[in-house]
């Protein structure tokens, strides 16, 4: 495969790259460079951290990258996630484990690691002090927005501080040539960057994907004093806050229901799940298409063959909300078909994650 769509792969449908002027000089120094994307564990995957993310991880493996799913279990445990239980948390990162070989990446096209096997090493803590005395506390504190958390918290836990540097030392520590994440994890990457002169390595190129907004939309935290990362982050798709989520296991009469009350203005774009999910995952994949049945007298069915002319006839009024919302939630249900089809299979992750939360659910 040519250098050019090699790149073309990596970068389609990112929102940024730093910098795409340096994957010709990457892939003309390495032939298979090393990529990763780290997740904290915890609750059930949803289309962000889960289906959109596997869309780029396949074009990375496409793209001829050594890729590696990071499952970041120490990091999680800093962060409280599941109350702060690494046994609970382990079981949450098998379950991801589950989730990303649903979706196609098997572990003879990618590699799993977990944080808690770099921790081991004294080289790798090693490596995170040298990250620490090379980026300030300001920064430091600056970058906690990648773990959902703001610098006014009033409970800031000590151990939060380190949160970052470990960030930028599994990058370093694993040699990584392309750092992918989400826009949140922005802050991380640019600290890795920035330090990596002082600690002799390479500057990783960052990737990063849109963050897809949460079904309630993002209208009502925008706020002109509010610090525009974290409205970001508040406003994402979380499985922190379940009722802004489509998750990677619903089944057609779940999504028809979510969809429903999904945020979804008329003639509105920004801020709205429903034309982020066209835009950047039903419109993300090759040769994409979407039928939108409608009754004669409201012009009839229509198939849009681009994202561009979609948004242009919904900015327009010419396509109803309501009918945007029907036939994404059944053109989502295909795209997850795999997904229930190994779950059918492989129920037990799914079936401990969700006793673990709570959850009382009849398999189909």
Not at 235 to 240: D, E, G, L, P, V
Not at 249 to 254: L, P
Not at 278 to 305: Q, S, V, W
């Amino acid at each position: 495969m040519k250098i050019e769509e090699r790149i073309r792969l990596i970068t389609r449908n990112a929102e940024e790259v730093i910098k795409k002027e340096e994957l010709t000089a990457l892939f003309q120094r390495k032939k298979k460079p090393n990529s990763y994307i780290g997740f904290e564990l915890s609750g059930k995957l949803h289309i962000g951290n889960g289906l959109l993310c596997a869309m780029k991880m396949q074009d990375l493996v496409k793209a001829g990258v050594n890729l590696t799913i990071f499952l970041a279990d120490w990091h999680s445990w800093i962060n409280n996630k599941l109350d702060g239980d690494l046994e609970k948390i382990k079981l949450a990162g098998e379950y991801f484990k589950s989730g990303y070989k649903a979706l196609g990446l098997t572990e003879d096209k990618v590699t799993y690691r977990w944080s808690s096997e770099l921790v081991s090493d004294p080289d790798y803590w090693a490596t995170v002090i040298r990250v620490a005395k090379h980026t300030s506390l300001n920064r430091v504190l600056r970058a906690l927005p990648i773990m959902g958390r703001s610098m006014d918290t009033k409970d800031m836990e000590s151990a939060w501080i380190y949160y970052p540097a470990m960030q930028a030392a599994d990058i370093f520590y694993m040699d990584i040539d392309i750092a992918y994440g989400g826009m949140d994890q922005r802050k991380a990457h640019m600290i890795t960057r920035d330090c990596a002169k002082n600690l002799g390595k390479p500057k990783p190129i960052a990737l990063h994907t849109p963050l897809i907004t949460g079904l309630t939309g993002a209208g009502s935290k925008m706020d002109a004093e509010a610090d525009p990362d974290m409205v970001k982050i508040e406003a994402k798709m979380s499985k922190s806050k379940p009722e802004t989520c489509i998750f990677i296991h619903d089944t057609e009469e779940e999504l028809k229901k979510k969809m429903k009350t999904a945020y979804c203005p008329a003639k509105i774009i920004e801020g709205n799940p429903i034309i982020e999910i066209c835009k950047y995952i039903i419109f993300g994949r090759d040769k994409a298409t979407l039928e939108i049945p409608r009754p004669k007298k409201f012009g009839g069915t229509i198939e849009y063959f681009s994202y561009a002319d979609l948004e242009k006839d919904f900015v327009t009024g010419k396509l109803h909300p309501l009918d945007l919302k029907n036939a994404v939630a059944v053109e989502l249900g295909k795209i997850l078909a795999p997904v229930h089809r190994y779950f059918d299979k492989h129920p037990e992750t799914l079936e401990a994650i969700e006793e673990m939360l709570g959850e009382t659910k009849k398999r189909r």
